[in-house]
């Protein structure tokens, strides 16, 4: 989540989009060569990830699925860029497949400027979203009881970067919608709250924090979400895989598997804690190899379920 905010100015992420990819287009997705040698499997052997800069689940999923493919014969291409480069290459066919499509809100700017040339592929997370977090024995279990139990977290909702939609929502919705606004709400950033969160935890302290789901934080901390009765941190989103036009026929083995991929809470957690918080966010393949020997069954049991 970061400071991720929606993007209101699409024509100049284009823009600069264009430009990048103009540069590297000789570079970018496969595209659909019908002549190129293809894998045993029927796939074409090059695969181009685009990559969310800054978005630790994308980051995450796409050294996941880099690391399986090579193992299995694909060379893979990823690059980091911001979300507007991403989908205009997409739609562009500079990259084939992207693991991080927010939906229904997050990205539905995009969706609705781009999506008549991306292929959706599946959705791997369905339970993204904003929160307030408190440790996993604290006293309380929704927000709506935050308030009368302000002294115990002392008198303070610990958050993140000013310019972050979590911060904005918690100090616009949240605090007005549950009487908040005796609490003080630290604006900090997201090292100096993970700090917080830990040093808490550790200490068999009592704290609140903003969060998001994804994040490894649920895997490194013993932490829960406090219950959003009101709904004023916003629904949940789901996470969609999406490829350029003609993936399915270009990758017709591949596409079946994103289809039947998914990760539960604690295999994306600590997937994510492995790499960003062990690791460091050096070295996400290195990191994305380490979860699967973590996790031996993995790649089988996703293959018998796409059924390839």
């Not at 090292?191 to 068999?204: I, N, V």
């Amino acid at each position: 989540m970061r400071t991720r905010t929606r993007r209101s100015a699409l024509a100049a992420s284009a823009l600069v989009a264009g430009l990048a990819l103009t540069a590297c287009a000789s570079d970018g997705g496969s595209g659909s060569a019908s002549d190129e040698e293809r894998l045993e499997n029927g796939d074409l052997p090059t695969v181009s990830i685009g990559v969310h800069s800054g978005w630790d689940e994308g980051i995450a999923v796409s050294a996941l699925f880099q690391t399986m493919l090579e193992e299995d014969g694909y060379t893979v291409e990823s690059q980091e860029a911001d979300a507007g480069v991403v989908y205009t290459g997409l739609a562009g066919g500079d990259f084939d497949v992207n693991f991080d499509m927010w939906l229904p809100t997050t990205h539905e700017d995009y969706l609705e400027q781009y999506g008549d040339d991306m292929e959706q592929l599946g959705v791997w997370y369905d339970d993204a979203r904003l929160t307030i977090a408190v440790n996993e024995d604290a006293p309380i279990t929704s927000i709506d009881e935050l308030a009368e139990n302000a002294d115990a977290f002392g008198n303070r909702i610990v958050g993140i970067e000013s310019g972050a939609g979590l911060t904005r929502i918690t100090q616009d919705e949240a605090i007005p919608t549950y009487g908040l606004e005796d609490m003080e709400f630290v604006v900090s950033s997201t090292p100096a709250m993970l700090a917080e969160l830990k040093g808490a935890t550790d200490a068999g302290e009592n704290i609140a924090v903003t969060l998001w789901r994804p994040h490894w934080a649920y895997d490194a901390y013993p932490v829960r979400d406090l219950e959003d009765p009101e709904g004023a941190m916003g629904e949940a989103e789901e996470i969609h895989t999406v490829g350029r036009t003609g993936f399915a026929e270009d990758y017709p083995t591949l596409t079946k598997l994103i289809e039947a991929f998914t990760l539960t809470d604690e295999q994306l957690f600590s997937l994510e804690n492995i790499m960003f918080n062990d690791n460091g966010g050096s070295d996400p393949t290195g990191s994305a190899q380490q979860w699967l020997d973590e996790n031996p069954d993995f790649v089988t049991d996703l293959k018998e379920k796409a059924g390839v």
